[in-house]
């Protein structure tokens, strides 16, 4: 069946940190792979997604590339702030039986101090 | 920019009683979505909705739960008889078939 790995947290960096965040999948077929943040006290907010192997979605300054032969899609961000603190969920998207659903990692919490 | 929107934000109910949860999709998607989180847990599918009708359902969504389309544009989750172990925010989403947008969510606490 269809699965998404992601690193456990929480992530705690000083503002300006390079992050990463590892999230691999399984999946049949050919998925298209998603990052979204939950800030505190908030909804799910797409972030960037990418719909085919090799391409990179990119948004507020984070990027994830969709690595068909490592199965991974690994968020990344050159700099972080402390406003970047929240919950980031990896999820993929299966077109399976006439519709897409999304499957969510369990989700890694970034905390930034200042 | 169009939002998914879903009310009430938060919801107090006593054990056994009856909830609906109403959200508004945006306006050109055709497929619906309920998810669900635990406090401070992963977010678990419940169920999807397609051509009004149920395309799929988890292990989560049994006969207590129902959703519904009723007018084109609300698409509504009930739960008949409400568990102290279904407090969660409930999350509505929409796509047309790629990534999802979510609402706010709903807080829903069981007393």
């Known amino acids: 069946g269809n699965s998404v790995t992601q690193m456990e947290g929480p992530v705690t960096l000083s503002e300006e940190a390079f992050l990463t965040i590892n999230c691999t999948y399984t999946a049949t077929g050919y998925p298209s792979l998603f990052w979204y943040v939950q800030y505190p006290g908030e909804g799910l907010q797409l972030l960037l997604k990418?719909?085919?192997?090799?391409d990179k979605g990119s948004n507020k300054g984070f990027e994830a590339t969709y690595r068909k032969e490592t199965t991974s899609f690994h968020l990344e961000k050159g700099s972080v702030q402390v406003s970047d603190s929240a919950v980031y969920f990896c999820a993929l998207s299966a077109f399976s039986g006439g519709y897409n659903k999304l499957i969510f990692g369990a989700g890694t919490r970034l905390a930034v101090h200042p | 920019e169009p939002e998914v929107t879903q009310t009430p934000s938060h919801q107090v109910t006593q054990m056994g009683q009856e909830v609906i949860l109403r959200c508004v999709p945006i306006?050109?998607?055709?497929?619906f979505y309920w998810y669900r989180q635990i406090l401070g847990q992963k977010v678990e599918f419940l169920v999807s909705f397609y051509n009004n009708e149920i395309s799929e359902k988890s292990e989560i969504f049994d006969d207590q739960f129902s959703v519904e389309r009723p007018d084109g544009s609300n698409f509504t989750l009930k739960i008949r008889s409400t568990k102290l172990e279904d407090s969660a925010m409930y999350f509505c989403?929409?796509?047309?078939?790629?990534?999802?947008?979510f609402g706010q969510g709903t807080r829903l606490t069981v007393v």
């Open positions: 990418a719909t085919k192997a090799d």
């Open positions: 989403a929409s796509s047309t078939g790629g990534g999802a947008f």
């Open positions: 306006s050109n998607h055709l497929y």
